[in-house]
């Protein structure tokens, strides 16, 4: 079995090392849906939900939550992103968010891609409650990510 990183010789939580490691160019893409009702789907598309421009504010909702990763999930590093992205695609009874961080750096972005898009997701899901209150978050996952030691990775369907 691999070795946990965030775990020390005891078995203690710890913030990962990455001192010595070099800098490299780092992407890590994420994506995940909410479900709902043919009525909500229609407001978001048609830009009638009460509230305003449910997309807009999922995207910028998703931006602002890479750039806090650190702050939500605990040993995770502080991280200069390049770049956010955040894109929407209407899909059968659902909007998939598809989010992409990069940097050039020490250590991974797989936290700050995931991140954006599940606060993307719950923005939505608040943008549009008024008119679906069971919409369903699902599948938030990471999907590709390439750079450091590890090099390439992608998900497989």
């Not at 910028?60 to 992103?81: E, Q, V």
């Amino acid at each position: 079995m691999t070795k946990l990183t965030h775990l020390d010789d005891s078995g203690h939580a710890r913030m990962v090392d990455i001192g010595g490691k070099a800098a490299t160019q780092r992407v890590a893409i994420a994506s995940g849906r909410i479900r709902m009702s043919a009525l909500a789907l229609a407001a978001i598309r048609d830009g009638d939900v009460p509230k305003g421009d449910v997309l807009a504010a999922a995207r910028i909702a998703g931006i602002m939550a890479a750039k806090k990763t650190a702050d939500l999930i605990p040993l995770c590093h502080p991280l200069a992103l390049d770049a956010v992205t955040l894109d929407f695609a209407f899909e059968d009874g659902a909007v998939r968010a598809t989010a992409t961080a990069s940097l050039t750096g020490k250590t991974g972005v797989e936290m700050e891609a995931m991140t954006a898009t599940s606060i993307a997701l719950l923005t939505i899901y608040d943008m549009a409650k008024a008119v679906d209150k069971g919409m369903v978050i699902e599948d938030v996952r990471l999907i590709e990510k390439r750079g450091g030691k590890s090099g390439t990775w992608r998900a497989v369907s």
